[in-house]
């Protein structure tokens, strides 16, 4: 018999009144719920129990604040030794997440927070899922962005209940989806408020609802349509990323269209299955990159608790103003100061905008956000704020001006921030009588996109002062990186010497779209050139003569600089620009090695900072350079494809 309450390490089942089985994971020793082998070995021992005692039904639930299950357990993962112990280790989920979903009473998921990877797999084993309706859920299958597949019935049943087109959607981007997009798309039965959350979950668990079908159509595409559909997601694929790269993604169309969704059953040989997928090398490397990722989200936690609440920003320029719309995104009251009404007005215009976008159109949550950021031309805020960044034009004279206003009307426990991108904090901090609370808070743009923030140290920077402004990224749900101050900090400083070698290969005659594909085919998001071209070729121009001290620059650069043809902000650069987007012509063949001849700056310049110091060691260099760059995250980093990966 199931006793009232019976517990393991990391699993509690107990029976309620109505005679429902509750059966909460609770990790031990870990804020975050992950399926490691004890977890699962101890699931199995509870399914043994359900399978002998067969209850009125199972509901499956987490006993964390933090969410449901982050996925596997990527520590585990990165210990195997090889493909075989990949399949084995599949083959016990997939086993064990069978004989859930054959149960033969009601089994019900409840989702609150995140819901990724396995654990979404194994509500997908379940027949009803239930969500939460709060901003924390989310669930996704991001196997594909540690290089892997989703093996334990992810790829079989999603497409099952949803169909296809959006399963593949979900299953080759890793996108994440909410409460509502759950239920609107069939993967949630129903989406409620946390307060009535357990409710709910009796009510439907017992409910004798048919599990969820999609529709005929989909069932279709699912069935007789199905290599349509693979031969579809196949073409669009290809545009975004190259097999020898990144092979996961192919390898979980092929699993759907040939196997079943059955990762199991496809051989040891094959391009698809783990054996190959470790086998070749991405898998691990990206991999690498996930803990790249959670050590920078470390560097934000350590030992400061206390949360900003509001934000001063002074400049409304785009920078300044899109720093203002993020952290109004984050919840933060933000107090935006400029000159004038007319000079904040187009930032509060464009932050309107994108929370048009990021709310879908929920005018309430809109409002709200547009409340919270507060047009002050006066800088009345200065005075209240926690942080306060300063980003206005790079004049050394202005911003001692400024900061020594900010430092008589600040509090004094306020960070004082700076957003340069090319003066040294040492001689910003001249004019604070307190040169120790001043950092540098270094943002990239577009700012909504791009993940890193490099927090910068100056000579004078008080440890404390930086702990503080590394605990604000994190809050922005950004990543910070530690950085000494000095000429480009660390991302500007690789990627000035790679646009000018770039720009040197334009200059011998290569055409721009050839060096571009070249660096595109390496996994590049965007060629040197079209990035040139999208920050601007008079920042090009300051900055490589900045950070290299080339006496000599580029003829074309600076023909098209003089002529006032500044790249995408001017629609003439290097590309004609039409709509914002760069009008190409065809790529030709480029000369053998021009990848290689173009990385080597880069690579150069990644070492030379780790040896000056600039940034504390390989790991962190290689993990500002993807974030802050989008470096092809295929290699593991610059650095380690330098002393690990081949020759192009």
Known sequence: MIMNELLWQHWQISRDAQGIVWLTLNCANSSTNTLGGAVIAELGQAIDLLEAERPKALI??????????????????????????????????????????????????????????????????????????????????????????????????????????????????????????????????DCVPPRVMDNAARIMVLSGAPAHRPSLPQRLLNGPLKALVAA???????????????????????TWQNFGGNSLAVPAGHPASFEHLLQQGTAMNLVRVFFLQQRLKALGKQGVSSKVRHVHVVGAGVMGGDIAAWC????????????????????????????????????KEVRF????????????????????????????????????????????EAILATNTSSLRLEDIAQALQKPERLVGIHFFNPVAMMPLVEVVQGAQSGEPELARAMAFVQQLDKLPLPVKSAPGFLVNAVLGPYMLEAMRC?????APET????????????????????????????????????????????????????????????????????????????????ANRLLQPLLAASERCVEQGIVADEDLADAGIIFGTGFSPWTGGPLHHLHSGPQL
């Not at 334009?506 to 290569?510: C, K, N, P």
């Not at 070249?518 to 300051?542: H, K, N, Q, S, Y």
């Not at 001290?549 to 074309?556: I, L, Q, S, Y």
């Open 60 to 189: 499956i639930r987490s006993g964390k604040e933090a969410g449901f299950i982050a996925g596997a357990d990527v520590e585990e993962f990165s210990r195997l030794a090889d493909g075989a112990a990949a399949r084995t280790m599949v083959e016990r989920s997939w086993k064990l997440f069978a004989r859930i979903e054959a149960l033969p009473f009601p089994t019900l998921a409840l989702i609150r927070g995140h819901c990724m990877g396995g654990g979404l797999e194994l509500a997908l084993a379940c027949r009803y899922r239930l969500v939460v309706d709060e901003p924390g859920t989310r669930l996704a299958l991001p196997e594909v962005m540690l290089g892997i597949v989703p093996g334990w019935g992810g790829m079989l049943r999603l497409p099952r209940l949803i169909g296809p087109a959006m399963a593949l959607d979900m299953m080759l981007t890793g996108k994440q989806i909410d409460a509502k997009q759950a239920r609107k798309l069939g993967l949630a039965d």
């Open 369 to 412: 956000a547009l409340d919270r950021l507060i047009a002050d031309p006066r800088g009345d805020g200065l005075g209240r704020a926690d942080v306060i960044i300063e980003a206005i034009f790079e004049n050394l004279d202005a911003k001692h001006a400024l900061f020594r206003e900010i430092e008589q009307r600040a509090r004094p």
């Open 506 to 510: 334009v200059e011998e005659g290569i």
């Open 328 to 363: 109004t995104l984050r919840g933060m009251t933000v107090t935006l100061q400029d000159q004038s009404i007319e000079r904040i007005a187009p930032a509060i215009k464009r932050a309107a905008e994108g929370f048009a976008k990021k709310y879908r159109g929920d005018r």
């Open 232 to 254: 579809q997601a196949r073409k669009a694929l290809v545009k975004k990323a190259r097999q020898a790269q990144y092979p996961a993604p192919y390898a979980i169309i092929d």
């Open 515 to 594: 060096v571009d594909a070249a660096m595109l085919a390496f996994g590049m998001p965007m060629g040197p050139i079209e990035l040139a071209d999208t920050v601007g070729l008079d920042v090009a121009l300051a900055a490589g003569k900045a950070l290299t001290g080339a006496a000599e620059v580029p003829g074309k650069l600076a023909g098209h600089v003089a002529a006032g043809e500044l790249g995408r902000k001017t629609g003439t650069g290097f590309y004609y620009w039409r709509d914002g987007k760069p009008v190409k012509g065809r790529p030709v063949a480029g000369p053998t090695g021009l």
